[in-house]
T-cell receptor, first 111, second 114 residues
Framework: KQEVTQIPAALSVPEGENLVLNCSFT??????LQWFRQDPGKGLTSLLL?????REQTSGRLNASLDKSSGRSTLYIAASQPGDSATYLC??????????FGSGTKLNVKP | SQTIHQWPATLVQPVGSPLSLECTVE??????LYWYRQAAGRGLQLLFY??????ISSEVPQNLSASRPQDRQFILSSKKLLLSDSGFYLC?????????????FGNGTRLTVT
């Protein structure tokens, strides 16, 4: 059974700090890995998608890396801002149809 | 551009009442469609997915059902709601048969069963 784990479950940092969110998965035969942001009571917004053949993707202050052999992905957020406060989820695609989600990391960036 | 619509945004229903949540996708054809549920403080649980009209795969046993009467329409239903059906229901789509396709979500329906 494929499992996706995110650590830590919650994180509180002061504004301006760089931070790393972690995602691990048990089966390395993935097609892609996607990072999402979820604001309270809202749907999920896609941040970055890394295909299985890629090692990293960047968008603005966000950088996501993928290490298939170790079953790990990290989301790096540079110069964090209060507006970055949200829950961040990773999802892994194992076949063409099903995405498996971690339980998320709730981030609070303090002004 | 592609858009996904999900309604209603919030719903309060008594135990034992029926349920119908609707999701439609615009701007794409033959999508994979998904229903997820998110319980308070927990991750997303895949309930159903569909790769085509009338083709529904169920991931967990429950008193919910799904239907896909049209290519871009996905409906989540229940004949009799339970208290445990409360949660945040999310519809999503991806491009069928493409391993690098991202998953796109609707805004969700907050269901409270009283």
């Amino acid at each position: 059974k494929q499992e996706v784990t995110q650590i830590p479950a919650a994180l509180s940092v002061p504004e301006g700090e760089n931070l790393v969110l972690n995602c691990s998965f048990t089966d390395s035969a993935i097609y892609n890995l996607q990072w999402f942001r979820q604001d309270p009571g809202k749907g999920l917004t896609s941040l970055l998608l890394i295909q299985s053949s890629q090692r990293e993707q960047t968008s603005g202050r966000l950088n996501a890396s993928l290490d298939k052999s170790s079953g790990r992905s990290t989301l790096y957020i540079a110069a964090s801002q209060p507006g970055d406060s949200a829950t961040y989820l990773c999802a892994v695609l194992y076949n063409f149809n099903k995405f498996y989600f971690g339980s998320g990391t709730k981030l609070n960036v303090k002004p | 551009s592609q858009t996904i619509h999900q309604w209603p945004a919030t719903l309060v229903q008594p135990v034992g009442s029926p349920l119908s949540l609707e999701c439609t996708v615009e701007g794409t054809s033959n999508p994979n469609l998904y229903w997820y549920r998110q319980a308070a403080g927990r991750g997303l649980q895949l309930l159903f997915y569909s790769v085509g009209i009338g083709q529904i795969s169920s991931e967990v046993p429950q008193n919910l059902s799904a239907s896909r009467p049209q290519d871009r329409q996905f409906i989540l239903s229940s004949k009799k709601l339970l208290l445990s059906d409360s949660g945040f229901y999310l519809c999503a789509w991806s491009v069928r048969g493409v391993g690098n396709s991202p998953l796109h979500f609707g805004n969700g329906t907050r269901l409270t069963v009283t």
